[in-house]
């Protein structure tokens, strides 16, 4: 139902309180999404913003209302475009699970920044068609026409799951762990595997503590600096 309507769908007590209530609580979603320092937007099935918060519009230099109506795709460039595919099969299905997607995009000034945006395709009812959330993790930056900014050797969640996988868990347990679908946590080692050219979790735990992505001396297993 289209809450911006001009009225409720008829004229009964009871349908003009859901009215009034639905308002109300549009309007506290909002003011939340408003206010929260993590970039957020809601897109379409098709990418398309519907609705961005400040956090996220500010990367661009922009105000919020000038996301509107323009493809993510416009602004965000995937290192692996194949990742999109699931993405597109789950808002097909109407599945519910979230895709974590590598991006990089440039900023006003020209600087390149790269990070994560985690994609949940989101409906009020399983039978309604999904829209699109993209919660965005910045990374880092790397400065134009200078010397470029060595990249982590890993981010904060794919040194989470070497941790976890140094342990012994399962990826089952690990995908709980840290807010992740199985599907979620196999991408991210499947990066780290190319990325490091070893194939296996034993292999990727040993190479993260060779590179000194996890401390030698923690036990149980710790990200290296890490308290």
Known sequence: MDLGASGPPNDSPAS???????ITWRNRVMLLLDHLPLPVALCDPQG???????????????????????NA???????????????????????RS???VEVTWSTPDGTERYGEID???????????PALM????????????????????????????????????TTARIAKAVGLT???????????????????KAALVARAYVTGV??????????SGSE
């Open 48 to 70: 398309v913003i519907i609705v961005a918060n400040p956090a996220m519009a500010a990367e661009w230099g922009m105000l919020s209302g000038q996301l509107q109506g323009r």
């Open 73 to 95: 795709l416009d602004f965000f460039h995937p290192r692996t475009p194949t990742r999109l595919h699931p993405i597109a099969e789950a808002v097909r299905l109407r599945r």
């Open 134 to 169: 993209l919660l965005l993790r910045i990374g880092g930056e790397r400065a134009s026409g200078g010397a470029a900014e060595k990249e982590p050797l890993v981010n904060e969640i794919e040194a989470r799951i070497l941790a976890l996988a140094a342990v012994g868990d």
């Open 182 to 200: 199985a599907d979620g946590v196999n991408y991210h080692l499947t990066q780290l595997s190319q990325r490091w050219g070893v194939r296996g």
């Open 119 to 129: 994609v949940d395709p989101v409906s009020d009812t399983p039978e309604a068609a």
């Open 214 to 223: 996890l401390d030698p001396a923690a036990w149980p297993p710790a990200v």
């Open 98 to 100: 979230r895709y974590p």
């Open 16 to 22: 003009r309180e859901w009215h009034r209530q639905a």
